[in-house]
C-alpha cells in the first residue's frame, strides 16, 4: 500500500476524531394533565423565511397561554411541512414551532369547536429569541432530512467564483473525479436537476455543462436517495436537485460579482423585482477556465510469443468558456391561481490541446510502433428551454391541481484535428507529419414534455398524489472524418466508413399515484408507484441498420417513518427504479480516432431495474444533527463498461453490455455540530461494500471502499469568515479492475464590508500538491492496464460580490423533472 493509500485510509479512520457530533437528547418535559377530549382542530404550513419553501418535519406543540409551557399535544410537519393538530378542546392557546438551524416561533391563537387554518409560520433561520422578536443569522452548511440530505451552497464561502462542479465535489455523498465526473454513493447512476426541473445540457454532457453555472447562482443542493413516485424513475442511486438562487416579494433586489483565479474567472449579476401581482427574476454570467492536462497509460498483454507492452502519455492544456443566463416571470391570476414562465440559456466552447506519445514494444519486432500525436479537440454546446406553469389552488387545504409544458433544444458540436509523426518521440512541424485527421460533428436535439398533477388531501391525515407525464425526445449525431497521409494525397481525402449518421427517438409516458397517511401519532406511510412506457425508434445510416421497440415498466416505492420523540425519527423506504441507455451507449458506430483503443455502442442493450432498500436514523438537538443510514441496491442485469483484446497486438475493443449483476450494501453517517459560539462541523463517513458478478465474463470482485467528507467554518470578529473542506475516498472495486482513489481539500476567508452589502473571499484548493493523480486499472486474462489523469487542482482565487435592493427571497416555481434517461450525446475525439 502506497503513503497516499495510508494517508487516505487513516483520514477515513480518523473520522470519528474528526467530526464530533454531540446531538443530545432535550429534557424530557413534564407531562401535562389530560385535556378533556374535543372537536377542534388547527392546520397550518412551516416554511422558510428566506426562500418560502417548506420545512418538512418541523416540530409543532401546542401549549397553554402563557406563562404555562407544559404541552398539551405536539406532531411532526410532514414532507409539505403541513402540519394538523386534533381533537383540541376550544380555548386559548399558542402554537410553537421549531427545527434545527432555524429560530423557533411561537404564537397565539384561539381552538374553536371546528376547524381552524392558522397563518403560515415563516421561520427565520438559525437566529436568536429575544421575547419572541428573531435576530436572523445564517443557515448550516449542511441540512440532515429524514429523506434527503441539503447542502447550502450560499452558506460556504469556499464556493465565491467557482461552478457547479465545485459545489458538486462538496455536497454530502457526491464526488468529483479529474475530468469532472460525478458519482453519488459510489455510483455513476443519477439524475441532475435545475430546481427541480431538467437540464438538456446537464442530461447530456454534464462534466462540460457544470462549468457554465457559477457557484454564486446556487443556493443549495438537494440529495435525494430514495426518491418518491412523483419523480421519473430513472437514476438508481438517486437525484442530485441543484437550487439556485431567484426571486424577491417586495421591491428590487440584485447582485453583481466577478473572481479571478489561476483556473478559472467569471463575471456573475442578477436582478429582480416584484411589483402587485408581477414578480420578475433574471441573471446573466460569463466566464472562461483553464488549466493544464496530463495522461498516462501503461498496458502489458500476454500473448503466446510473450508479452507486449503499451505506454502512452499526454501533456497539454484544456481551456474554454461560458455563458449562462435565466428569466423568470410569475403572474397572479387571482387569489387562488398563478401562471409562471420560467426560460434559461447555457452555452459554451472550448478546446482541449494534447501531445500524445505512444510506445509499443511487441515480441514481434514488425509489430512495434513508435510516434507522436498532436491533437486539437474541439467541442461545443448550446441549451435552451422554455417552461409555462398554470397553478390553481382550492379553498381546502393542500388541495393542488398544475399543468405544466415545457421545449427544450440542445445541440452540441464536436471535433478534433491531429497530426501524427511517426517513428518521432516529439512533435514536428505540421509539414512533417506522416499523417493527418480531421473531424467535425455535430448533435442536434429537440424535446417536448407535458405534465400534470393533481393532489386531494382527505381530512387531515391522508392525501392522495396523482399525475400523468409525456415526453417526447429526438436527438442525432452526423460526423464526418477526413484523412491525408505524406506522398499519398496532396489534401485531405474523406473516409466514409469512418462517418456516423444517425437519429434516435425515444418517447416516454408516464402515471403515478402515492397515498400518504398517518396510521396513530407516531407513524406514517406513504405507498406508491409509477408505471412507464418507453417507445424507442433509431436509424443507424452508417451501418445500414436501426431498430424500434417499446416496453412497459411498473416502478413501486413507499417508505413509513416512525417518531420516537420530538427530535428522533426512523425512516424505512423501497424504490424500484429504472436506467435507460441513451445515445452513447447504443451507437454501433465504430470509433477508431485512437488505434490502439477502439470503442463502439451496442444498440441490443436492456434497461436496469434496481431494487434499493434504505433503513435511517436522524437526530436533532442543540448541539447538531446526526442521520445514519444503511442501504442496499441490487442490480441484476448492470450496463457496464468491457474491455476485450482484439486480433491484432496491442490493440482493444470498448462497448456496453447487460452482463452483471450488482450489489452495494453502505452505511453512511453524516453529522453537524457547533462545538463552540461561531464554530460549525459537519461532515462523516461512508462505507460500501461492494459485489459484483458476471457469469458471462466469468468474473467475481468484491470489495470494501470508504469516503469521508468534512467541513467547518468559524465566525471571526470583525466580519471575517474561515471555512475549509475535506472529501477523500479509497480507490473502488469495478467489474475488471480498480477505480481511482481521491483527494481534494479547499480553504477560504470572507470579509463582509461596506455596510454588509458586500464580500471580499479569498479561496485556495490543494495548495501542497499540484495534481491529484487518479489512477485505475483494467485488468483480464489477455492484458493488464493501469491509466493515470492527471487533475491540476492547486488553485487560488479572489472574488468580489455587492448586493443592492431588498434580499427577500420569491416562491418556488412549479418544475418539470426529465430525469429518465442515462448517458449523453455521442462524440468523437482523438487523442
Known sequence: MTFRYRLLLALLLAAPAICPVRAQQPAALPAAPAPPPGTGSLTGTVLDSLGGKPVPYATVVLLPPAPNDKPITGIAADDNGRFSLTKLAPGPARVRVSYVGYGPQTRAVTVTAGATEVAAFRLPVAGTALAEAVVVGTKPVVEVRPDRIVYNA?????????????????????????????????????????????????ANNLAEALKGIPADQIKSVEIITTPPAKYDGEGTAGIINIVLKKGVDRGLNGRVGASAGNRNSNLNSSLNFKKGKTGFTSSLSTGRWYAPSGFARERVGFTDLGTDQLNQSSTGRYGGGWYYGTLGLDYDLSERQSLSLAGSANGYRGNNQSDLLNQFVSPDATKNDLFTRATNSLFSGFSGELTGTYTRTFAQARREWSVLGQYARNDGTFGYDFDEYRNSATALETGRADYRER???????????????????????????????????????VADVDGLT???????????????????????????????????????????????????????????????????????????????????????????RITRPFIDYLNPFVDRSDRQNISFGNPNLDPELTDSYELSFNTNGKAGSLNITGSVRRTGNAIESIRQPTDTAGVTVQTFANVAANSFYQLNFYGSAKPAKGWDISGGPDVQYIVRRSPALGIERSGFTAGLNFNTSYKLPKKFTVQGFLYSSLPTPELQGRGAANLYYQMGAKKTILKDKADVVLNFGSPFNNYWPYRSTTTTPSFRETSENRSFQRSFRLSFSYRFGQEQQGKQRKSISNDDKKGGGSKQGGQ
Open 486 to 576: 505524406r506522398g499519398q494525397s496532396a489534401d485531405f481525402v474523406r473516409l466514409p466508413e469512418r462517418a456516423t449518421n444517425f437519429t434516435y427517438d425515444q418517447n416516454v409516458q408516464a402515471a403515478y399515484a402515492t397515498y400518504s397517511f398517518a396510521a396513530g401519532k407516531k407513524l406514517t406511510f406513504s405507498l406508491g408507484s409509477r408505471v412507464e412506457r418507453t417507445a424507442l425508434t433509431a436509424d443507424f445510416r452508417t451501418t445500414d441498420s436501426g431498430f424500434e421497440r417499446s416496453y412497459t415498466s411498473v416502478l413501486p416505492n413507499g417508505n413509513a417513518q416512525y417518531t420516537l420523540s420530538e427530535s428522533n425519527s426512523l425512516r424505512l423506504a423501497y424504490s424500484k
Open 154 to 202: 450560499d452558506q460556504d464561502v469556499t464556493n465565491a467564483g467557482g461552478t457547479a462542479a465545485d459545489v458538486l465535489r462538496k455536497a454530502p455523498l457526491l464526488a468529483v473525479d479529474g475530468d469532472g465526473n460525478v458519482k453519488m454513493r459510489g455510483s455513476g447512476n443519477f439524475k441532475v436537476l435545475v430546481n427541480n426541473k431538467p437540464s438538456p445540457t446537464l
Open 439 to 477: 473531424s467535425r460533428g455535430r448533435t442536434p436535439g429537440d424535446e417536448y414534455t407535458a405534465q400534470t398533477d393533481f393532489t386531494q388531501p382527505f381530512g387531515e391525515k391522508q392525501t392522495l398524489e396523482t399525475g400523468l407525464k409525456a415526453i417526447w425526445r429526438s436527438t442525432a449525431s
